[in-house]
Each structure stands twice: as C-alpha cells, then as structure tokens.
C-alpha cells in the first residue's frame, strides 16, 4: 500500500504526529518526492510538472525533523501556488506566502512542535520569508534539534581570522562581513567565499584536535 511504504520511509525524517497529513498530500497531489544529501545552497527545491513528469520535491535529508517538515511544507506551497498561477505571480510573492501559512497551519500544534519552537514559529508565520535561512531566529530554534549541535558552531560566533572546517572538510579563514555574507578564503588555495553567518562550521579538525587556530 503506498501510503504505508510513503509513512515508512518518512518516519526517520519527520515528526511522527506530522507524517499523515504530509503523506496525504504527497498522493493527492501525485508528488515525486526525493530525500537528498546535504546541499550547501538550498534546503529543497520545487519542479512543476514539465514533459510529463508530474510535481517533484526535494528536501535535504541532513536536516532534522522539524527543518525537514517546515522546508517540506515550503515546497507544498509552491505546489499549490502553481496549480493555482502557475509562473504568473513571484515566487515568493504575496500568493506563496499565503498558501505556506494555510499549508503550514494544521502542523502548528504541541504535538508536532516543541512549545518553545512553536513560539517562533508563529512569529515567523506572521511574515513567511522566502527562505527560513533567512530568518536568524527561526534558524537558530530550528538548529537546537539537529544532531550532533554540540560539535560545530554557527560562523557568525567565531571571532574574525578563525580557521574553520565545513561540513565538506574544507579549511577556512573568517574574514570580515560584507553586507549579509562573511568573505572567507580557503586555506589550500587562497580563494575567497562568502558564507552565510548561520553556516554551521566544525570546531574540531579530522583527527579530534580543537579547532582554535586564530591566523595573526
């Protein structure tokens, strides 16, 4: 039966008490839904149907539950949004936010949210932005949940010329902002990046040591 294959398959990778009501509109709507590896530049992604594929999904399966339920519910909005306008309107116009709060609304409740997370959610929800990295509030609540948040920091807590690994096991040095992003430079090459203060980076190098280093 493909909703119970759908609920089990899921079950790692979202609140339990969120998994009928997702699972629901996964096969009302025929969605493709795809679980991928980390991605550095977005959390999911929406494709509408083109070439006789129907609706497809991703969602990075590195996030955890409740990043992974709220990104999920994002892209149920672009969905819907589609049906309905199909690319007449902005993406992250006026109509998307509208259908994210209403798609979002039944999940709002204590059994699928923390209470404490639940309160920024709702702040959140009262002006959806286009991407939940782009509310620091919202990201840091979210992150309290993820595993293993005791072996990395976010960039934005580390003092300027720290040398950091990413996630990718890429050595770094923290410059100084510009505008919304910190320029980094790559200690093997010298090339210069800008990351997102909310960038999770380790605090350790590979083999277990602190990773203290300040570059002078």
């Given at each position: 039966?493909?909703?119970q294959r759908?609920?089990?398959?899921?079950?790692p990778?979202l609140p339990?008490a969120?998994?009928v009501?997702a699972?629901?509109?996964i096969?009302?709507?025929?969605?493709?839904?795809t679980?991928?590896?980390?991605r550095?530049t977005?959390?999911?992604?929406?494709?509408?149907p083109f070439q006789?594929?129907g609706?497809?999904?991703?969602?990075n399966g590195?996030?955890?539950?409740?990043?992974?339920?709220v990104?999920l519910?994002h892209?149920?909005?672009?969905?819907?949004?589609?049906?309905q306008?199909?690319?007449?309107?902005?993406?992250?116009?006026?109509?998307?936010k509208?259908?994210f709060i209403?798609?979002?609304?039944?999940?709002l409740?204590?059994d699928?949210f923390?209470?404490?997370?639940?309160?920024?959610?709702h702040?959140y929800?009262?002006?959806?932005?286009?991407s939940?990295c782009?509310d620091?509030d919202l990201m840091?609540?979210?992150?309290?949940?993820?595993k293993?948040?005791?072996n990395?920091?976010?960039l934005e807590?580390l003092?300027?010329?720290s040398?950091?690994?990413?996630r990718?096991?890429r050595?770094?040095?923290?410059?100084?902002?510009?505008r919304?992003?910190?320029l980094?430079t790559?200690k093997?090459?010298?090339?210069q990046?800008l990351?997102h203060p909310?960038t999770?980076?380790?605090q350790?190098?590979?083999?277990?040591?602190?990773?203290?280093?300040v570059m002078?």
């Amino acid at each position: 039966m493909l909703e119970q294959r759908l609920r089990t398959a899921l079950l790692p990778f979202l609140p339990a008490a969120a998994l009928v009501p997702a699972v629901a509109y996964i096969i009302e709507k025929k969605v493709q839904l795809t679980v991928t590896g980390n991605r550095a530049t977005k959390l999911g992604d929406y494709r509408h149907p083109f070439q006789g594929k129907g609706h497809r999904i991703t969602v990075n399966g590195t996030l955890n539950p409740y990043a992974f339920l709220v990104t999920l519910v994002h892209e149920f909005a672009h969905l819907a949004v589609w049906e309905q306008h199909q690319n007449r309107v902005k993406p992250h116009g006026g109509e998307w936010k509208r259908a994210f709060i209403v798609l979002m609304r039944p999940y709002l409740q204590q059994d699928v949210f923390p209470e404490d997370l639940l309160v920024v959610l709702h702040d959140y929800f009262e002006n959806p932005r286009a991407s939940s990295c782009a509310d620091p509030d919202l990201m840091r609540s979210l992150s309290q949940f993820d595993k293993g948040r005791d072996n990395y920091r976010f960039l934005e807590e580390l003092a300027e010329k720290s040398v950091f690994m990413t996630r990718q096991r890429r050595y770094f040095i923290k410059g100084e902002i510009r505008r919304t992003r910190f320029l980094c430079t790559e200690k093997s090459t010298g090339k210069q990046y800008l990351f997102h203060p909310l960038t999770p980076v380790q605090q350790r190098h590979t083999d277990g040591s602190p990773l203290l280093e300040v570059m002078s």
